[in-house]
């Protein structure tokens, strides 16, 4: 059993930058894919960016390349998102995800991911 707690939410004026922390109690983090999703109010849960388990790889949705940073520390079972540039549209309630002993790439995939977080609001007002 995983467990996941995201913080580093909140209210931010557009342009401005926010950065998610999510720590995992497991001590197998380290083999683990960890992805990021969010989903905003009357939508589905979108896949935001998503991170390999060495670190070696990662991948992001079109709406957030250049602006996210996806990352991880495996000393401290923690990933995180460095949002920047923060626009309107990025509000939504974030997850972290993370996906036990995967070792592919396909990391958008919501179905490759067995434990998530509770999430944590970000709202960016314009």
């Known amino acids: 059993q995983v467990q996941l707690v995201e913080s580093g939410g909140g209210l931010v004026q557009a342009g401005g930058s926010l950065r998610l922390s999510c720590v995992a109690s497991?001590?197998?983090?380290?083999?683990?894919?960890l992805g990021w999703f969010r989903q905003a109010p009357g939508k589905e849960c979108e896949f935001v960016a998503g991170i390999n388990w060495s670190g070696g790889r990662t991948d992001y949705a079109d709406s957030v390349k250049g602006r996210l940073l996806i990352s991880r520390d495996n000393a401290k079972n923690t990933v995180y998102l460095q949002m920047n540039s923060l626009k309107p549209e990025d509000t939504a309630v974030y997850y972290c995800?993370?996906?036990?002993?995967?070792?592919?790439?396909?990391?958008?995939?919501?179905?490759?991911?067995?434990?998530w977080g509770q999430g944590t609001q970000v709202t960016v007002s314009s």
């Open positions: 995800a993370a996906a036990q002993s995967y070792r592919g790439n396909y990391l958008s995939k919501k179905d490759l991911y067995d434990y």
């Open positions: 497991t001590r197998t983090f380290s083999t683990c894919a």
